[in-house]
């Protein structure tokens, strides 16, 4: 078996930037792996075929090929990591077509891939936070045992710092997140700065609520939800002015929505009510704004976005240029006279704001960052959270092996599958880049846990901890539970009838949660393979892994919904349509050929199975396929794995999801009266003149 590419940090992920040399020999061996592979089955297909002509049962030669391709594709994942495991991932979620000795190996990828060393993760994490010593942000952290390890990163559990409440009790700060500013580029759409942003199309509908979103111009400015991360709470020598955000293009920060998360700050109202919080110096919980606490900036002003540069007052101390957030926990001003300059109070870094307790042991901005998120009641009780650190080039690896797997997607869509695997990987393409700024999943995962509040007696989110975040770092709330995968052997003792309406309880509440994602506001995580999912007490699920997530544009989601109420309703002619809607082609205009294809696409009580003879794919090609949908597809297609392996063959997420097809038609139909409303407003002044000056054209 082959190692990982941790074993040997010299030639592997850990290098800064694979060489030429490298991945030459990283692509080689990759296509000489899965010659051999395809090569096997195809000798093992001829060998099938002989023993039928002598009248025997290749059932066992079928199993030993399955066993030893499993070994095979596992240890192919293991010694090249990348984007190979992510591959790797889906496959093995994939039980209702891919044999059982192959889903059964391929499997433990999904949360049980050898990690990067103790110290390397060590190394990573405190570059990261801009820390020499881990205890200067956590009590412990156990680096030595990943709670999960994937194709990207791994998780370690960990405990922040704590404070005391005294010296917590002056620094409120009550929102989650900041707001930026965006300048629109030739070709953006809303649609498309959502999905870049990880924001909802709902959220930038409601951050700019005198804009028309819908017909963005270049140069236009838009302001966009972004996450607190801990670039904003560094010095603005390392990381540029302190009011630039990272992604923003226009380089603007409302720094008075940071000032009015101070007490006595210019721009910020008073605070009432005293510091909440459970014993031992964490305060609030995870998600819960502070109420009580109230701002009178008006945010629509002209003066709420500042420029680079510009300076205000926050908790007596000046923020702005030469200011930062680290420098509001550790500095200020006290009852020095009021002639000496801010300047001057800000160059001591041992002065205090007055009336406010000291922290004395904040001597970095990630250590700022958790006393404020814990004044803020924005870190869990008990303090445990799941700290999610990046493996180092894992960026440019995966680039590499999408190359080899789009050249592979060509030779299987020319030989084996009809199917347009091409637009498949090149979405993932235009994806993946995504997936490796935490900062964007912090944002989303955030999001989806106050789209998915109305589930939340069965489905939980983590939430990130502001301030703790950066592109390759996140640190969020800590969720315990049973990783599904480990499920079937907890329950293996309880009778027949109870372990299935547990699974059905499960995939029931998995199978909404994504429902109301993608048919709600259209935002939802992608990547729903088992190892994401954690089984808590009473059934509770717990979704994990933000990081493939997509934004569906409203037009999308109107035809998928059409889509889902006509497999409700088993209208063949109204599925084709809606097909045609999502802009699904195929080589043959049969409408049951093509109703067939719908459920094996977008519905688990459907089937594809590429290898079958019979499968619709084999007697049309689907020559187009729309690249926005390939998510919902990949989703759809793992419910169905789970379904499968579960035992449960009669679950229709089209059954389930159309109740919320029918609210998003109703919701869309309204927002198109409403668009035609305000069309017919804008028109009506021109409409006016023209009746005023004709009599005068007389």
């Not at 992920?13 to 061996?29: G, H, M, Y």
């Not at 008073?270 to 704004?289: C, D, E, I, L, R």
């Not at 700024?437 to 983590?462: G, K, N, Q, W």
């Not at 097809?661 to 409303?677: L, V």
């Amino acid at each position: 078996m082959g190692r990982s590419t941790f074993e040997n940090s010299d030639n592997g992920l850990l290098s800064k930037a694979p060489q030429p040399v490298q991945n030459f020999i990283r692509s080689n061996e990759f296509f000489g792996r899965v010659a051999v592979i395809y090569g096997a089955y195809k000798i093992t297909q001829l060998k099938s075929a002989a023993l039928k002509l002598q009248g025997k049962d290749p059932k066992q030669l079928w199993h030993n090929q399955h066993s030893w391709a499993g070994e095979q594709m596992y240890d192919l994942c293991i010694s090249l990591r990348g984007f190979y495991l992510k591959a790797g991932q889906f496959i093995g979620a994939r039980a209702d077509f891919i044999p059982e000795e192959i889903c059964s190996k391929l499997c433990l990828l999904q949360d049980q891939v050898p990690p990067m060393p103790a110290e390397r993760a060590r190394q990573v994490a405190c570059e990261e936070l801009g820390i020499s010593d881990m205890s200067e942000v956590f009590e412990w952290i156990d680096l030595d045992k990943p709670i999960g390890s994937a194709s990207i990163s791994q998780v370690h559990k960990a405990q922040l710092r704590r404070f005391s409440e005294d010296q917590l009790r002056k620094l409120h700060h009550r929102e989650r997140g900041l707001m930026g500013q965006l300048t629109v580029q030739p070709g953006d759409t809303a649609w498309s700065i959502c999905n870049s942003h990880g924001i909802s199309l709902a959220e930038l509908h409601a951050a700019n609520k005198n804009v028309d979103i819908d017909n963005l111009q270049p140069g236009q400015t838009v302001c966009v939800p972004v996450v607190l991360g801990l670039e904003h709470y560094q010095e603005p020598q390392q990381h540029g002015s302190s009011s630039q955000i990272a992604g923003s293009s226009s380089g603007f920060l409302g720094l008075q929505a940071l000032a009015r998360f101070f007490p006595g700050g210019q721009g910020s109202s008073s605070m009432h009510g005293t510091q909440g919080g459970s014993s031992g110096g964490w305060s609030g919980s995870s998600g819960k704004s502070r109420s009580g606490h109230h701002s009178d900036v008006d945010e629509s002003s002209s003066d709420y976005w500042l420029e680079p540069g510009s300076s205000v007052r926050a908790g007596g101390g000046l923020l702005g240029k030469g200011g930062h957030l680290f420098q509001l926990v550790t500095q200020g001003t006290n009852s020095r006279s009021s002639s000496s300059s801010s300047s001057d109070s800000l160059d001591d870094s041992r002065t205090l704001v007055a009336n406010q307790p000291s922290l004395p042991d904040v001597h970095s901005p990630a250590a700022a960052a958790v006393a404020h998120a814990a004044a803020s009641g924005n870190v869990p009780d008990n303090g445990l959270v799941a700290v999610k650190i990046q493996y180092p080039g894992a960026l440019e690896t995966m680039t590499i092996d999408l190359v080899n797997l789009r050249a592979t997607s060509a030779f299987l869509q020319k030989t084996e599958l009809k199917f347009d695997l091409l637009s498949a990987v090149e979405e993932l393409q235009r994806q993946i880049h995504l997936e490796f700024d935490f900062m964007r999943e912090a944002r989303v995962m955030d999001t989806i846990a106050e789209h998915l509040r109305e589930l939340s007696a069965h489905v939980t989110v983590p939430r990130s901890v502001p301030g703790l975040v950066s592109r390759r770092l996140m640190v969020m709330s800590f969720i315990d539970g049973l990783p599904l995968l480990q499920l079937r052997d907890k329950v293996a003792h309880l009778p027949q009838w109870k372990r299935e309406k547990a699974a059905r309880r499960i995939l029931d509440r998995v199978s909404e949660a994504y429902g109301l994602m993608i048919l709600g506001e259209g935002l939802f995580q992608a990547d729903g393979h088992p190892g994401n999912i954690l089984v808590q007490q009473g059934g509770r699920i717990a979704l994990l892994d933000y990081g493939q997530s997509k934004q569906l544009g409203e037009k999308d989601k109107r035809a998928f919904a059409d889509l889902v109420l006509a497999m409700n309703r088993g209208d063949q002619r109204a599925i084709s349509s809606a097909l045609t809607l999502l802009d699904v082609s195929t080589s043959k205009d049969d409408i049951s050929l093509r109703s067939e294809m719908a459920y094996g696409m977008f519905d688990t009580r459907g089937k594809v199975d590429p290898f079958d003879k019979n499968s619709p794919i084999k007697q049309a090609a689907i020559e187009k396929f729309p690249p926005d949908m390939f998510f919902v597809l990949r989703v759809v297609q793992l419910l169905r794995g789970m379904a499968n392996g579960m035992g449960i063959h009669d679950f229709s997420t089209a059954d389930q999801w159309a109740p919320l097809a029918r609210k998003a038609i109703a919701k869309a139909k309204k927002k198109d009266r409403k668009r035609q409303q305000q069309h017919r407003w804008r028109a009506q002044p021109l409409y006016d003149l023209a009746a005023y000056t004709s009599p005068l054209r007389v």
